[in-house]
């Protein structure tokens, strides 16, 4: 009988073993340096920054689709406008009623609905657990405000175009924009129409 050599028993590379490419915390494959020792906690401080900053600007979601079945509700629109009080709610005060799924769901069919997260688009109106409308039938040009998967991870951003290049632009100065390289994997899920926003 063969005892299998050392090497055979625990050495080489193992199919399918070590972490998958671009799985670090960083979103993208990583490279061993060297650095001087007094440089690593100034190093140390902005790479934890960074990663704090990509965590950030990641927008994570809870879809919800439109109720296609629900019964309309149709609540009372005042024809007054609202400064410092409110109208008095006489019928001659009334202009219409109004259904909210027909002024914020124009095609159910291709609307879905997104709870955001994060703060990178407060400059736009969105906040953190706002519901954002989204229609997937609208065409995603430059300045507007779109859904889309960027590798694999949720974000909202508003689409911009810099010399050919495409660029998904925060609304906050405190986060970066993303440049849309080569080899990044991006899918836009659809075009932002409406933010519902509890005060």
Known sequence: ????????????????????KGSSVYGETTQAIRVPESMIPELKNLLQQRQQQNQQTRVSFETFRPDRDAPKTALPLFSG??????????DDYIEKTLDLN?????RPAATFFVRAEGES??????HPNDILVVDRSLEPVTGKIIICALNGELTVKRLKSERDVIVLGAENPAYPDIVVQDGMDMVIWGVVTNVIHSV
Do not use: C, N, W, Y
């Not at 406008?81 to 006489?90: D, E, H, L, Q, R």
């Not at 688009?121 to 969105?126: N, Q, V």
């Open 81 to 90: 406008k609202v400064a410092a009080g409110f109208p008095s709610p006489a």
């Open 121 to 126: 688009m407060l400059g736009a109106g969105i």
């Open 102 to 106: 027909e002024l914020l769901v124009q």
């Open 1 to 20: 009988m063969t005892l299998p050599s050392h090497k055979d028993a625990r050495g080489g590379a193992r199919s399918g073993a070590g972490r998958k």
